[in-house]
């Protein structure tokens, strides 16, 4: 096996790094401060604007999109090490125009939208003028089976007319968030449960949509991003707003879900030696009985134990994606899986001997540990939670030796949430 990145990756990791160090790290704490200090903070910060300019100037821009001209036709295996570097700040995938949940609508755009979908909405969203969002999950279903969709698309001459309420479609409370992905059911009663389900695309803007409440996770509101809750009501769209056909949004989904599943992985790589790092420079800096916390033996326990698992982590990141490029996502699902599990927690557990060793001041907002470990957390159940992934690579390996039809499998394929 070859460990070693290519030339262009390490290329681009030295330039990614520079800039995170001379432009985002330097001016995170002006974020805050900028988004406090407006009326609402519901607006964007004016660094965000001046930053992404920075990176658009610098080339460092779109980098996610593989196999694309419009991108930088990166793999997978060739974008996670760049996707770490910007895991390590919360500012940061915006900044290159790399961030959830619109790398996944752009994605979705790009392989199955049509020539007006990608003039109209792609092309902003390229040019990182707009942002998205993503309305699948829903309030009163468990949305870990996608099957159990509950919001309607039925045809009206040469419209659809949109029913149904969301909840976790991230994005929704940026005032830039222009157009969203809606996922429902224009054909509930066709036998084949995973045929549906269509998505269509709806400019925000539609009569008829009403954010009726932003989400906070553990008491964080995520803003100027945010999380709603939303209702749609008689919401009428072109018929031609149709991605890729009626009964193929369970497709596109699966197509979607993959690679925004495995960025997340990448991002809490970053996260999580983030974290280790904060934990260094503290466990240095202080002393209790006598000696610095780096001397103690539960501190060294917990550094090591930290520096084993991020790299089993990485390890297994990077045979994710290695898969989906050589072998397609559908081959790759039980490592898609694996990691939507094993990376999450590993982040929380890092994160956590972090906040411990900083005491205090670790639960408070002053070195952003509490935030990693919120957002970690929210990990474990966004895009589909921990127990159907699980069950999914369980029942993976019983194929593997049983060789049965095992029914209902197909249901445990894809999983609701943000991405």
């Not at 870990?144 to 969301?166: F, L, M, V």
């Not at 890729?244 to 495995?262: M, N, T, V, Y």
């Not at 159940?381 to 197909?410: I, N, S, T």
Request: net charge negative; charged share 30%; glycine share 8%.
């Amino acid at each position: 096996m070859e460990f070693e990145h290519s030339t262009k990756v390490k290329e681009l990791q030295a330039r990614v790094s520079a800039f995170m160090e001379a432009h985002i790290y330097p001016n995170e704490k002006l974020f805050d401060q900028q988004l406090d200090e407006g009326d609402t903070r519901w607006q964007i910060p004016p660094i965000m604007e001046e930053l992404k300019a920075k990176a658009k100037a610098d080339g460092l821009w779109n980098m996610f999109l593989p196999d694309s001209e419009r991108g930088f036709g990166l793999s997978n295996l060739e974008y996670a090490p760049l996707c770490e570097i910007m895991g390590r700040s919360k500012i940061a995938s915006e900044v290159f125009n790399c961030s959830a949940p619109d790398t996944g609508n752009m994605e979705v755009l790009e392989r199955y939208g049509n020539d007006e979908h990608k003039r109209v909405w792609l092309e902003p969203l390229l040019n990182g003028e707009i942002r998205s969002a993503f309305a699948m999950t829903e309030p009163r279903v468990a949305s870990s089976d996608a099957t159990n969709i509950e919001s309607n698309i039925k045809r009206d001459g040469d419209d659809y007319i949109i029913n149904g309420r969301k909840w976790w479609t991230s994005g929704i409370g940026d005032p830039r968030c222009k157009v969203l992905i809606f996922m429902g059911k224009t054909d509930p009663d066709n036998p084949d449960r995973h045929k549906q389900q269509s998505m269509v695309v709806v400019p925000v803007e539609t009569p008829g949509i009403k954010v009726l409440r932003t989400l906070p996770v553990f008491g964080y509101d995520d803003a100027p991003h945010g999380h709603g809750e939303v209702e749609f009501k008689d919401v009428r769209v072109p018929a031609s707003n149709i991605l890729l056909g009626e009964g193929r949004g369970f497709e596109i989904a699966q197509g979607r879900l993959g690679p925004g599943r495995i960025h997340h992985c990448m991002r809490q790589i970053g996260v999580a030696e983030r974290a280790l790092e904060k934990m260094l420079k503290r466990v240095k800096e202080r002393t209790a009985f006598g000696k610095s916390l780096a001397e103690q033996g539960t501190i060294i326990a917990d550094i090591a134990n930290s520096r084993m698992e991020i790299e089993q982590a990485r390890l297994l990141v990077l045979k994710a994606a290695y898969m989906m490029d050589t072998v397609g996502n559908k081959e790759a699902r039980a490592e898609i899986a694996m990691i939507k599990v094993a990376v999450p927690n590993m982040t929380l557990r890092v994160v956590d001997r972090a906040l411990q060793a900083h005491g205090g001041g670790g639960v408070t907002s002053d070195f952003g540990l509490a935030l990693s470990w919120a957002h970690a957390r929210t990990l474990r159940l966004a895009d589909g939670p921990d127990e159907v992934h699980r069950a999914a690579v369980a029942k993976l390996e019983l194929r593997k030796q049983l060789r049965p039809e095992l029914e209902g499998y197909e249901d445990i394929e894809l999983l609701a949430g943000r991405s």
